[in-house]
Each structure stands twice: as structure tokens, then as C-alpha cells.
Nanobody, 122 residues
Framework: QVQLVESGGGLVQAGGSLRLSCAASGRTFSGYDMGWFRQAPGKEREFVAAIRWSGGSKYYADSVKGRFTISRDNAKNTVYLQMNSLKFEDTAVYYC???????????????WGQGTQVTVSS
């Protein structure tokens, strides 16, 4: 079982940047595809970005493409999400999880962390 701890969230003005981190402990996650997901108040959790276990391929939701960058450091058991040009609608709790591709959709599976709150003021 992999334990995940997200950090790096906060309050930022529209147009600003944040870098989220997801630290994994327990069973190694280097062989897993990993993803970031988010849940805004009153909405379902949605996919944001995913990265293959090797770091060679990355995938993004259309809403964040060109603004967010996912990366990973397997030696540190950590996944990152660099968020630039933040918008009010990016406000949500952000979670990382092991990611699985079902057809053309990425879904989180396994353990979930507590999430980290990102609030973008307009």
C-alpha cells in the first residue's frame, strides 16, 4: 500500500503560480503511472494530469493544457504539479493518486491522500 501526502497548496491571485508536491511512502511507486485530480465545491472529482511511470509521457485535461506541467522524481518518490496562469476556476482540493487509463479516460485508483487546497482569487 502506498501512502500519499499532498502539499504546496495555498491562496494565490489569478495569473499566479503554485507548485504542488505529492510524496509517496510505503510500497514504491516508481512502477506506477501517477495522476493529479481535483474536486471543486459541489462538483465531482476530475482528472487534471497524468504521467507514465517512466516520466516519458504526460497527459492533461484540456482545461489546464499549456498552463500546468506534471513531473516526477522516482528517486524521491515524489510527483509534482507546476501550475501557472492560475484562474479562479482552478480553485479546488487537489489530490494525487495512482492513475489508470480506461479507454481515453484517466482515473485515480488505490490510496488517496488528504489533498491540498488551492484557492485562486479573481
Amino acid at each position: 500500500q502506498v501512502q500519499l501526502v499532498e502539499s504546496g497548496g495555498g491562496l494565490v491571485q489569478a495569473g499566479g503560480s503554485l507548485r504542488l508536491s505529492c510524496a509517496a511512502s510505503g510500497r514504491t511507486f516508481s512502477g506506477y503511472d501517477m495522476g493529479w485530480f481535483r474536486q471543486a465545491p459541489g462538483k465531482e472529482r476530475e482528472f487534471v494530469a497524468a504521467i507514465r511511470w517512466s516520466g516519458g509521457s504526460k497527459y492533461y485535461a484540456d482545461s489546464v493544457k499549456g498552463r500546468f506541467t506534471i513531473s516526477r522524481d522516482n528517486a524521491k518518490n515524489t510527483v509534482y504539479l507546476q501550475m501557472n496562469s492560475l484562474k479562479f476556476e482552478d480553485t479546488a482540493v487537489y489530490y494525487c493518486a495512482r492513475a489508470l487509463l480506461y479507454g481515453s479516460s484517466w482515473r485515480g485508483t488505490g490510496s488517496w491522500g488528504q489533498g491540498t487546497q488551492v484557492t485562486v482569487s479573481s
